[in-house]
Every structure is written in structure tokens, then in C-alpha cells.
């Protein structure tokens, strides 16, 4: 029986040696006891290495990123390590966007989350005093495992927008929802609100729009579904 040979393909040999060389680098890392191999990522390409993960301390970083160095065939590496209080802030960070969001989406508002060595820093503009109040209230939350501060401001719109325009703004986004078919009526923050909407979950989402406003106190509903219903915005270009 014979038996034929031939060389890798380029692309096939450099895979196979990045593999190898990953698995060289995990071997030298398991050696030295300070690291902790399952806590550190490794990925090659092209002997380029990056470690990624969360390790205890710098001196582990040094210790990872020296001995990944050592090994024959690195040819550069990219420290992606971080370090616990680091990890926290990304987490705390990521806690504030998903809290903030809605107001920071808000057309009139313009907000920015920094978060560095252990503070939470809250800045920008917002376009009134209720959604200031809301920004501060929500920042107190964030303030359990970090500091925290703020520098907003209070934005004078160019022209007075009244809370039923802002309101109807809102409305607007909401898919089934065509604001000329929606009746409105704002007193001192109870909102009555009437008309028609294509479907239930229309319905349903309008009033959470309406409640997610932080100057709305109660939300009274009269909002009937007509599944035939012709959308103005539905029918638009």
C-alpha cells in the first residue's frame, strides 16, 4: 500500500501552529502557581497572543504576560487582563447604561456615564427638572458599590414644551400607535388618555410609554383596539 504526502496548505499550517502555541502558553502558564489557568483567556493569531480575563492582582499580570512572552514562537502579546476593581466598574458601568437608558434616549436629554478608579461619574444636560430629579433618584441606587457624583444640567429649550407634546412625542415611537387617532388630556400629572390603536400589545406598550414619563403621576385609559385600523405612519414612504 502506498502512501502519499503533501504539505499543508499555508493557511492550514498556520492554524495548526497557532494551536500548538496556545496550548505551549497554557502549559507554561499552569506552571507558575500564582496564575490561575481557567480565569485567563488565550487566543492566537499569527503568534500574536491576547490574554483576556480577570486575574487577582498586577503582580499575576506581570507574571502572565512575562511567561506568555517566554514562550518560543509569541511574537507579540496583547494584555487584555483585568483586575477585580476593574471588572466591577465595567459591571457598574453596564448597571447604569441599562438604568439610565430611557433617559438618555430622551430626545432633550444628552447624558454621559464615566466610570474610573471606583466612581461613577453622572454629566450632560437634560431638558427639565423631573428628569434631573429621575437621574439623581436612579444615581443614588447606583452609589452601593461605588461612589458616585453628578454634573447635570438643566437645558432652557429655545421654546416652552409642554408635558403633552413631550408626551404625544413619546406615543410616537411606539409601533401600532398613530398619534392623530390618540386623545390627550394633562392636568398636574394625571394623564387621560383615549382614541384607537391597532393591536393589544399597542395598547399596553402606550401606557408604559405614558408611566415611563417621570412627571406622570397616574395614567387613566380609554384606548380602544381596532385591529383594522389604517396607520398614518404605517401608510407613509
Avoid: C, F
Avoid at 489557568?37 to 491576547?50: K, L
Avoid at 390603536?197 to 383596539?225: E, M, N
Amino acid at each position: 500500500m502506498s502512501v502519499v504526502s503533501a504539505p499543508l496548505a499555508a493557511g492550514a499550517r498556520k492554524a495548526r501552529g497557532d494551536a500548538d502555541l496556545r496550548d505551549t502558553i497554557l502549559r507554561s502558564l499552569d506552571k507558575a502557581p500564582e496564575v490561575v489557568p481557567a480565569s485567563v483567556g488565550v487566543a492566537v493569531t499569527s503568534g500574536v497572543v491576547t490574554l483576556s480575563g480577570t486575574v487577582p492582582d498586577a503582580d499575576v499580570r506581570e507574571i502572565a504576560v512575562k511567561r506568555t512572552h517566554q514562550v518560543i514562537g509569541v511574537l507579540a502579546v496583547v494584555d487584555d487582563l483585568r483586575l477585580p476593581a476593574e471588572s466591577r466598574e465595567i459591571e457598574e458601568a453596564l448597571r447604569a447604561a441599562s438604568l439610565l437608558g430611557w433617559l438618555a434616549d430622551h430626545p432633550g436629554n444628552d447624558l454621559h456615564i464615566t466610570v474610573r478608579n471606583a466612581h461613577l461619574l453622572l454629566s450632560g444636560t437634560v431638558a427639565g427638572v423631573d428628569y434631573e430629579r429621575a437621574a439623581r433618584e436612579i444615581l443614588q441606587d447606583l452609589a452601593g458599590t461605588l461612589s458616585a457624583s453628578d454634573m447635570i444640567t438643566i437645558r432652557s429649550p429655545a421654546a416652552p414644551v409642554d408635558l403633552e407634546e413631550q408626551l404625544l412625542q413619546e406615543l410616537h415611537q411606539v409601533p401600532g400607535v398613530d398619534t392623530t387617532k390618540i386623545r390627550l388630556a394633562v392636568d398636574d400629572g394625571v394623564v387621560r388618555v383615549g382614541g384607537m390603536v391597532s393591536t393589544y400589545d399597542a395598547r399596553h406598550d402606550a401606557a408604559q410609554a405614558l408611566w415611563r414619563h417621570p412627571a406622570v403621576k397616574d395614567v387613566h385609559r380609554t384606548i380602544d383596539v381596532v385591529p383594522d385600523i389604517r396607520l398614518d405612519k404605517e401608510a407613509a414612504p
